[in-house]
């Protein structure tokens, strides 16, 4: 009998410890301070692309930036370009008529040796296709705010994008391109706006 009770003594003590262990905390995406970018070529003309229109959820055990879980989505629609191209070029190119949204899921978060640069795993779906990606950059936590930002280099043709010869009056892009972001998280409930599942209209670029 003792044994029994000295038993359920100790699980109900673990029990509290492992609830606090497994918390997890959750974080919005904040739009006013987050953006996505390409960087490709067209001939001999560099070609910029942005999209501010983010939406985006994580959730994270305490500050532990390596627990880190979550996506961010934006709307092909919602990409401006430098030079600009026509809307509908760029819905084209992305299969953005039949796969509006371009998803980024999250699946690991990891540090490199001495301190170096953070990679942040995860899976790349556009045009209807999911691919691994891997970001290099950096993940810093403050309080109730997650700061994450990396750049990645793909070959759209992996998501089934073949770029073509003329491409909104350029010639000729590339299918290699840079992509990068910025996300910035508040803690739920500390006043950012979380109705982020609608997707305005693009905008002009910004640089």
Partial sequence: MRTLIALIAT?????????????QSAYVLDRSNSRVMFRGRAFIQQIIGRSEELAGRVVMSGSDVRSLRGDVRFNVASIATDPAVESEDLLKLFGGHRHPTITFQVDSVERGADLGPWTVHGRLTMNGVTRPVAFFGQANVSGRQVIASGTAGVDVREWGINPPRRFGGLIGMSPQITLSFRAEFRARGGGVQTTALSFPDRRSIQR
């Fill in 11 to 23: 699980v109900a003590g673990v029990m509290p410890l492992a609830r606090a262990v497994c918390a």
